[in-house]
């Protein structure tokens, strides 16, 4: 059996670097925002059906990603009608990707899915980790990135659920103060589940 394991965590905390250290551990892993991407490029998946939704978002046969932005913000109902023409895509892809590790004879399989909890995703999974840091260094974190105002970083955060809560429900929590530390988490998390699967 292939474990499904969910990796989550709110911006900032350190999810893409933790995600690594599963894939050096030689564990696949899916990653939701790089599948958007994949979806969005030349011959994707999901170009034309975002494209005849909205036609400005539509350049040199793939999605800019700035564009669909900008026609997200001038219409609340958008995100909705977005949502569900690229939902079944990725879940799809997901699936792929699943599927795929099963055959290769993965015994786990990693899961960044940055909204895993907001959108009820944990029920699909066989347990999720969560990555966390404390407020203050995940702030320096994100103002750190290039582009960021204090006004995004205050809307992205508004849209996740608050690290307390996604602790409260993980099957893990990641510390990533420390390199050292999240890797031995890491490791420590991989052990304890491939121990579970000989049991």
């Known amino acids: 059996m292939t474990f499904r394991l969910g990796l989550t965590g709110s911006i900032g905390m350190g999810k893409s670097t933790t995600g690594r250290m599963f894939t050096d551990l030689g564990h696949p892993l899916w990653d939701a925002d790089a599948a958007v991407h994949r979806l969005y490029a030349p011959g994707g998946a999901a170009v034309g059906a975002v494209s005849a939704a909205f036609p400005g978002a539509l350049k040199d046969q793939a999605i800019d990603r700035m564009a669909l932005k900008a026609a997200l913000a001038a219409d609340p109902g958008a995100l909705r009608r977005l949502e569900a023409v ?6 799809e892809d997901r ?15 990693v899961l960044d899915i940055p909204l895993l909890f ?3 995703g944990q029920a699909q999974m066989d347990g999720v980790a969560v990555v966390s840091t404390d407020a203050e260094t995940q702030r320096q974190r994100v103002m750190g990135r290039p582009g960021m105002t204090a006004e995004t970083f205050a809307m992205i955060l508004s849209r996740q659920m608050p690290d307390a809560e996604k602790r409260a ?5 990641i510390p990533t103060d420390t390199l050292a530390g999240a890797r031995a988490a890491v490791s420590a998390i991989c052990a304890e589940i491939l121990e579970r699967q000989d049991a």
């Open 86 to 91: 690229v939902h079944p895509l990725v879940a």
């Open 95 to 109: 699936r792929q990707f699943i599927e795929n590790a099963r055959k290769n004879g993965a015994k786990i399989v």
């Open 118 to 120: 907001e959108t009820g």
């Open 169 to 173: 429900l993980a099957d893990w929590v």
